[in-house]
Each structure stands twice: as structure tokens, then as C-alpha cells.
């Protein structure tokens, strides 16, 4: 048997329904467009924000372990004390931190970068190390074990200025050194996500600094053989007994953090979706309430012949219905589909949809459909409630 047939045999209602919403085609479109916009907009939203936080979030993988110490800058009758760590204060945390790894730095504030050809690199940072191999790999050349005349730079100032090993840059730091480094090696990409934000950074040797404090210390802890809270908690209570002297904050923190103002920036985008879907229901309820005016005699012979209420409602709230279901069918391959492309831009896979990202389609098909289906409901209402007598007048 034909299963259209079949479907009209066993709900007439549905049968009807669709011949009444085909009377109409173009209003029809209409509607079903209002919905296909609201479900797209809460989709695609839903899973390209999720794509991005995915990316956002794989820049802190390699960061589980470590943690930043920095000086708690305090402010005393208009003097600013307490900017540094000093190397007493150095070898206090290292005491602390056990086995952890211990990178004192330096980030001077007045310097710059000069290519050969006398280029600055204004977005290039400078920042003292003792050893950068333990902290970083290189991508290209080697990083020397004993680190005293030349540099490393991060990836980013590397491909932005087409620098590789071997180059030359002029570093001056007010105060401290103005001379030209030879580049021995060009760091692999750290992510934004990275403590010293290697990959704008040139790292020069610590050795080249004539004062003896450090701006902050990262820490990092082997997390098969240690815990970085167990570190956190024995670098507090070194220095923080009586007042807080330095503060110790874990990259996890940082990402937990981002992971929780993301939800709220993507909670608020899907809310502007929403609204799209507000529009369709308006959209719905007056495309309904038409059709209830415009077939007022139609229906008002079939509630004469004995038509009940409850079925002039079914009959509506069913044409709307079947709206917001053409609309979501509709709308849930396209947001899929700008997913797909968003996920290829941003994770390099079309299909790397999460969970969280398809539940947000899920999130807009129910939204479409219910908001349809509540649409109809005053219009079905109205239009039932109308006494045959006033319907055929």
C-alpha cells in the first residue's frame, strides 16, 4: 500500500492538514522559511561556537602541569614595592616545588627587536631565560645547552618575518644590553595559551642581564610523578604564611576560567538564535489566524454538521505543526552543513562535531517544532470557539 495513503487512512487530521497548508503554498513558505532561519541560527551557532572552544581549548593541552608565580605587586605611600622575585626567592620555590622544573624569567618592559635591515618587530616580546630547553622544543636548529650568545624566537615572529636560523636580530633593553644576536632556533607553536607567550616572543639569555631580579617563575610538574596542586599549595605556604607575598595561578585555572566564560558568550548567542524563532512564531500564529478567517465558513459548516471543537483545534494546531516540522527538516541538513565547514576551518576535520555541538541542533529542531505547534494554538482556539451561526454569517 502507498504509505501517504496509508498515513491518510490512519490520520485523517494530518491528511488534511496538508491539503489546507497546500491551498496556501506561498504564505506557507513563508512560515516555514521563519523557522528554517531559527533553526539554523540556533544550530549552526550552537555547533561553530562549539568548534571554536574546541580549538581555543587544544592551544592548553601540555599545560596541565604548570603554573606561574609572580610577585604580588603592592602599592605603600605612592611607591610601588614587591615587582620582583629575587634569586633567594628563586631557590625558596624550588625547594618548594620538589622536582618540579623551575624557570626564572626576565620580561623587561623597555626593548625592542630590529631585523638586519633595521625592520622593527613591534608585536616581537623579550624575555629572559636560563634554559629554554627545558621548557620548549625546536622546530628549527637546536637550542644549545650552553645558552650565552645567541637566541630563539617563537613561531610567529619567525613566519612573520621570515626569519630562520642563522638570522641575525638587533635586541636593545633599556638599561641592561643593546647588541645583535645570531638566531639559533625557532620554537615549535606553543598556542595563545602558552605562560610566556613564546610564540611572539624572543628569548634571549638570562645571562645577558646585569640586574638580578625576575618578573614572574613558571613552574612545571611532571604529572605522572607530581601534582601541580601539590606544588601550588607547598609554594603558598612558603611565602603567603602571614601576607600574600607572590601569587600562584595554575594554566588549568586559566582554562577552566575560559571554559566557563565561553559557555556564557555561547549560552548568550544561542538566546539572539532564539529570537529568530520568536519571529517565526509570530510568523506561524498570523499565517494560521489568516487561514481561520479566510476559511471561517469552511468551518463553520463543519462545526453545523456536528464538527467538534476539539477537532477544529487538532486540525490547526496540526497545520502549524507540520510547519514547524518541514522547517526543522529543512533546517537542521543546512546548520549541519555550516557546522561541517566551520569544523574544517577551525579543527581541520568536517565531521569533528561534539556532543554538546549536536545537541544544539537537537536544541533548535525542538525549539522549531514547539514553537510552531504553540503558534497555532490561539488561532485553533478562536476559530473553534466561533459559533457556527457567526462562522456562516
Not at 60 to 88: C, H, K
Not at 355 to 363: D, E, F, K, M, P
Request: net charge negative; hydrophobic share 45%.
Amino acid at each position: 500500500m502507498n504509505p501517504i495513503r496509508w498515513l491518510a487512512g490512519r490520520f485523517p487530521t494530518l491528511s488534511l492538514a496538508r491539503r489546507n497548508l497546500s491551498r496556501a503554498t506561498l504564505r506557507s513558505g513563508l512560515a516555514v522559511t521563519a523557522v528554517v532561519i531559527g533553526v539554523v541560527a540556533i544550530g549552526a551557532i550552537g555547533t561553530g561556537g562549539e568548534a571554536f572552544k574546541q580549538d581555543q581549548l587544544e592551544a592548553y593541552e601540555g599545560f596541565g602541569g604548570t603554573a606561574t608565580v609572580e610577585p604580588d605587586v603592592t602599592v605603600e605611600d605612592g611607591n610601588i614595592t614587591n615587582t620582583e622575585l629575587s634569586d633567594g626567592d628563586i631557590d625558596r620555590i624550588r625547594q618548594a616545588a620538589g622536582s618540579a622544573t623551575v624557570l626564572p624569567v626576565h620580561e623587561p618592559l623597555g626593548a625592542y627587536v630590529q631585523t638586519q635591515s633595521g625592520t622593527l618587530l613591534f608585536q616581537a616580546q623579550v624575555k629572559g631565560l636560563e634554559n629554554p630547553g627545558e621548557f620548549y622544543e625546536a622546530r628549527n636548529g637546536t637550542i644549545p645547552d650552553n645558552w650565552r650568545r645567541t637566541i630563539v624566537i617563537g613561531s610567529r615572529v619567525a613566519e612573520q618575518n621570515d626569519l630562520e636560523p642563522g638570522d641575525r636580530l638587533r635586541i636593545n633593553v633599556t638599561d641592561e644590553f643593546d647588541r645583535s644576536f645570531e638566531i639559533s632556533a625557532v620554537l615549535e607553536p606553543q598556542g595563545f595559551s602558552a605562560p610566556l607567550g613564546a610564540d611572539q616572543t624572543v628569548f634571549v639569555p638570562a645571562s645577558q642581564f646585569e640586574s638580578d631580579g625576575y618578573e614572574q617563575a613558571i613552574v612545571r610538574v611532571d604529572t605522572t610523578t607530581g601534582s601541580v596542586d601539590a606544588a601550588t599549595r607547598a609554594i603558598e605556604s612558603e611565602f603567603n604564611v602571614r601576607e600574600e607575598v607572590v601569587r600562584v595561578e595554575q594554566v588549568q585555572e586559566q582554562r577552566e576560567q575560559f571554559t566557563e566564560f565561553f559557555g556564557t558568550i555561547n549560552q548568550f548567542l544561542i538566546g539572539v538564535g532564539a529570537i529568530s524563532l520568536l519571529v517565526a512564531a509570530v510568523t506561524i500564529a498570523n499565517t494560521m489566524l489568516m487561514a481561520a478567517i479566510e476559511r471561517e465558513s469552511e468551518i463553520g459548516v463543519l462545526r453545523a454538521y456536528g464538527y467538534p471543537r476539539r477537532a477544529v483545534v487538532s486540525l490547526l494546531v496540526a497545520e502549524s505543526t507540520i510547519l514547524g516540522v518541514i522547517g526543522a527538516a529543512i533546517g537542521v541538513p543546512i546548520a549541519l552543513g555550516i557546522g561541517m565547514a566551520i569544523n574544517q576551518l577551525l579543527l581541520g576535520d568536517p565531521l569533528a562535531f561534539t556532543a554538546a555541538g549536536l545537541r544544539y541542533v537537537g536544541i533548535g529542531v525542538a525549539f522549531g517544532i514547539v514553537t510552531a505547534l504553540l503558534a497555532g494554538l490561539y488561532p485553533a482556539w478562536k476559530a473553534a470557539n466561533k459559533r457556527p451561526v457567526e462562522a456562516l454569517d
